[in-house]
């Protein structure tokens, strides 16, 4: 399965730097490992969507795999929170 997620733009750099390999995200999805992580960038931060700019894409994505998961309440996860671990 390939879940599409949004990301800001400077945590979106960091990923396709190679800098960082995971995601933390509400567990409101069936993540699962060997399930695909499609990072789509967008143009505004989440703080600025908030505020009413508009949900829009610059175009660059990045795709990897779920190689593990840490389930909230761990490692100051929250309970309702995933931490997927990737590998490109």
């Known amino acids: ?3 599409e997620l949004k990301t800001d733009q400077d945590v979106f750099e960091l990923t396709i730097a190679g800098l960082k390999s995971f995601e933390i995200r509400k567990a409101d999805r069936n993540y699962q ?5 499609r990072l789509k ?3 505004f931060s989440a703080e600025q ?3 009413g700019m508009p949900l829009a894409y ?3 994505i990045h795709d ?3 190689v593990a998961i840490v389930y909230g309440q761990r490692y100051g996860i929250l309970p309702d929170h995933v931490l997927l671990i990737t590998k490109k």
């Open 64 to 66: 990897s795999e779920i």
């Open 33 to 37: 490992v060997g399930d695909m992580l």
């Open 58 to 60: 610059t175009g660059r």
């Open 49 to 51: 969507m908030a505020d």
């Open 1 to 3: 399965m390939i879940h």
């Open 41 to 43: 960038e967008t143009c």
